[in-house]
């Protein structure tokens, strides 16, 4: 960079998956399972939700934490989906859950400031705590027999003292891994044991195949704790291209996060928001749907990977990623390329997840479920 | 707060503006002009072009520099209402004015580093230097004879050591102040001179009551110079609800900003860049009435605080302001109170915008012009 910027920002890397999107985007006939979301538009109760919005003129400035009412359907839905009451007072409404992140390590991280982040993860958790200057400490899972396995002890020991905050995506981006409550309480106590944060990226929480949700931080934890939830209608109602998330954080946060809100984004669109309450009060039976749909073209991907002697993999219990290795393959770069030029599938390479990535492919199954077998059949052409 | 969040986030402090609006929205009666918008809602063709895009299906993640028919549609605009070329690859689409500056702020602000500051100016610009932990330097204006002036030299003076950039919004909120091409001419040759950055808010470019224009730094700058332009399609175009804006930046900069884009808000709705594609190939007729209105409502506020012999003020030449003081009224918070009190008319205290800015009142005269002489009949009545 021949500009004086910081060097943090120069240094950022580009998104290996946009590279890999651009390096594929114009093969003829690709099927591209490289991004997070599905292949059906938001649902119409919802897309309608916010049309009449817009025509009924809610296109002006808007309440910087999210209209009361979006608030308020928020609280309702996490103390169904949870078992345990969210009040409103401890709800931000923000423009996406990636917002959500970027305020929240606005609030909390000061330059040379470390958080602890369960990894593999997507790249944008790492990439947020840079662009304030903090450094990411990678904590690497495992997959075992049994499925990915994070040793809390490592992650305890990742934590010194220049560590604010352990940063954990359960279930997980791209791993599918899923933390149960008696970990969650274990790294809670551990964190105010230390005076750390908890930053708890719970995006898939309801994107779950052995139950109806995923534990969530909200469970073991006091309203006052240290803890930060980060969350967003993205996944589950097909609207990633809304832009509508939400953070649950202690209530004496609140006129903090108003503040951010109104000096980055200075509110989300009263419209879109208009969605996001048709998406909670209307949205279930379509996220059953899916689920089921996701749960189908799960168990292709798994089977189909399972046919394979040479790929390494685990059926995951959520999310809707599988993320695999093949023998011998240690540049999922150069992979994913190759997927792209012999079987015109997109995939996305796991270097992009950092530190126990590299090695991996992720691929998204939220698609049709013949999309998804004729992809898996392309892929045992190469790799089998 | 009593927890560990960052100094100067905690610091940050709460936007005056938000907290007359608190105190005076539940008032019977009131006619609110605190806010920097207007009255009427965002046209028919711009919204129903939106509206068309959610049921195309525009509702996916998209381009995160934006749509490639919106930067072209921008670049022609701007070289249109400029008369220079302004090459696609200089724009980055954003999420509102507000999103534009502060990804500049995480481009170029390390902490302890010092932004050069025209004031009075909106509270948000000197927040977002501060939510970087950066200084900012306000060099105030004076209101004189001849409307309010900047001394150039007092600004080249502020530069210092740890100066990074100068931070310019003309034409100006809060005083409608407008810089002219040969003032921008010698920022520009100064800032050169010392490797510093420009950044210029021209939000109000197009609302000028003189010329069809505000003039531009993209006239007496070259692609490559360290000038970043933010601008918004908000004022415009009755468009503050959707959260749209961009950047001008130099091509070098376009692969940084589209890493702070991805890694802030993960780019903007495709079907809100719909809406401003609509807004630029179609939005000129509202514009021009927009203007015509808010030229109504300018002279017949400045004719009534013209016959109020205790208050102080220029006609704008821009932007839609009327910024004003009152003799012996030194607490602009107070008389913001009492208008409300006494006269049901909601103002924007002076408090709010910086140095220079205290013991003034900001009043928004895009509003319908019956309302805003209402207004000014109540005034009148608390301060004649």
């Known amino acids: 960079m021949e500009y004086d910027i910081r060097a943090g920002i120069a240094a950022l890397p580009h998104s290996p998956i946009a590279l890999i999107a651009e390096y594929g985007r114009d093969r003829a006939g690709l099927i591209p399972l490289w991004f997070g979301e599905g292949d059906v538009p938001t649902p119409d109760v919802i897309a309608e939700a916010g ?6 003129g809610e296109v002006f400035y808007t309440h910087q934490r999210g209209l009361p009412r ?8 996490l103390g169904r989906v ?4 969210v009040g409103v007072e401890r709800i931000t409404v923000t423009s996406s859950g990636m917002t959500a992140i970027m305020k929240v390590m606005q609030t909390l991280i000061d330059p040379g400031d470390e958080v602890a982040v369960v990894s593999p993860i997507w790249p944008n958790v790492t990439a947020s ?27 305890f020991d990742a934590c010194g003292p220049r560590t604010r905050a ?3 995506n359960s279930p997980g981006n791209p791993t599918g891994w899923m933390m149960e409550l008696d970990d969650m309480r274990r790294v809670m106590e551990f964190a105010r044991s230390r005076g750390l944060w908890v930053i708890s990226d719970e995006v898939y929480a309801r994107l779950v195949y052995d139950r ?14 240290k803890l930060i939830i980060v969350n967003s209608f993205s996944k589950n109602w097909a609207m990633t291209g809304w832009r509508l998330g939400w953070i649950v954080a202690p209530p004496a946060l609140g006129p903090v996060l108003e503040n951010l809100v109104q000096y980055s984004t200075s509110g989300t669109p009263a419209f879109v928001q208009h969605a996001g309450i048709a998406a909670l009060e209307h949205g279930e039976p379509f996220l059953v749907e899916m689920v089921d749909r996701c749960r189908q073209a799960r168990d292709a991907v798994c089977a189909a990977l399972e046919r394979l002697p040479n790929v390494h993999s685990t059926c995951p219990p959520a999310a809707f990623y599988a993320f695999f290795r093949v023998d ?3 540049d999922s770069m150069a992979l994913a390329q190759r997927i792209i030029d012999e079987a015109a ?40």
């Open 166 to 168: 352990i940063f954990v």
């Open 129 to 155: 705590v840079k662009v304030m200057g903090g450094v990411p400490r990678a904590v690497p899972m495992r997959l075992g027999n049994h499925g990915w396995d994070l040793d809390l002890d490592a992650l």
């Open 328 to 330: 011998g393959e240690r």
């Open 212 to 225: 109806p949700a995923a534990p969530s931080f909200v469970e073991v934890a006091e309203p006052d704790d």
């Open 51 to 56: 049309i009449r919005a817009i025509r009924d």
């Open 82 to 85: 949870h078992g345990v009451p």
């Open 345 to 384: 599938v997109g995939l996305a390479p796991g270097t992009a997840f950092g530190e126990g990535g590299e090695g991996y492919l992720r691929l998204c199954f939220a698609s049709r479920l013949d999309r998804v077998e004729e992809a898996m059949a392309r892929i045992a052409g190469v790799l089998g």
């Open 70 to 77: 979006l608030r308020e359907a928020l609280s309702d839905y």
